[in-house]
């Protein structure tokens, strides 16, 4: 079954996309909206240059998708539908692992472009989540967290240890509430490390997040 991934750039989409390979499935594209002027991701930030390092080292193609919040449904669906027939396509991956609304909106853009919606990660414990992905080879660093955690996150490359701090001071290993993201930087799927740009960091409304120069 040939399949889109979601690909945010970071470590939920990689390891549902390692384990959608494991069961069968076959990638043929990474898919990422951006933000409307097409420079960064919009849920992770990452500027287009990393992308298409990650999508390289893959050998894959990679779609990115200019989008406001306010067309994001209707050009995610219409890509879809695009890609599906250029690809061969039957199915879509996503990396969620269990907020509902979530799952109840990829089922829905992938119904109206006569995709399966698949969620390898679902209802997964968290914390042994994170211990998979490391130990299967994931290496991620944090590139946006909330104020919670604090600009000093920024930068770190995520660990069992990190995972296990985080869940001390109440904060989700994952992320899946937003408290944080992160960026691939190595993983199985990748021929190499990918080269990371400078970066600096800044703190706007409540988020911080890495600048990449």
């Known amino acids: 079954m040939n399949f889109v991934t979601s690909w945010s750039g970071g470590k939920d989409s990689c390891y549902a996309m390692m384990q959608a390979i ?114 299967n080879g994931i290496e991620t660093m944090i590139v946006s967290c909330n104020t919670i955690m604090g600009e000093s996150y920024l930068g770190e490359i995520l660990t069992k240890e990190l995972a296990l701090e985080l869940l001390e001071k109440g904060i989700d290993p994952c992320g899946e509430n937003g408290e944080f993201h992160t960026m691939v930087i190595n993983c199985p799927l990748f021929s190499d490390k990918i080269t990371l740009p400078a970066f600096t960091t800044t703190v706007h409304n409540d988020y911080c997040f890495v600048v990449w120069e």
């Not at 909206?33 to 960064?40: A, L, P, Q, S, V």
């Not at 990679?62 to 539908?81: N, Q, R, S």
């Not at 039957?90 to 907020?99: C, K, M, P, Q, T």
């Not at 997964?124 to 130990?135: A, K």
Request: aromatic share 8%; with cysteine.
């Open 22 to 135: 494991k069961q069968g499935f076959t990638p043929k594209v990474l898919l990422n909206m951006m933000n409307e002027n097409g420079k960064i991701s919009r849920s992770h930030g990452l500027p287009l240059s990393i992308l298409n390092q990650q999508a390289q080292k893959m050998q894959l193609p990679i779609e990115t998708v200019p989008a406001t919040w306010g067309d994001y449904e209707e050009k995610f669906v219409a890509i879809l539908k695009s890609l599906k027939v250029e690809f061969d396509l039957e199915a879509a991956v996503f990396g969620d692992i269990d907020l509902q609304p979530h799952r109840d909106w990829e089922e829905k853009v992938c119904q109206a472009a006569s995709l399966k919606a698949v969620l390898p990660l679902w209802q997964q414990d968290r914390i042994r989540l994170v211990n998979e992905m490391i130990e």
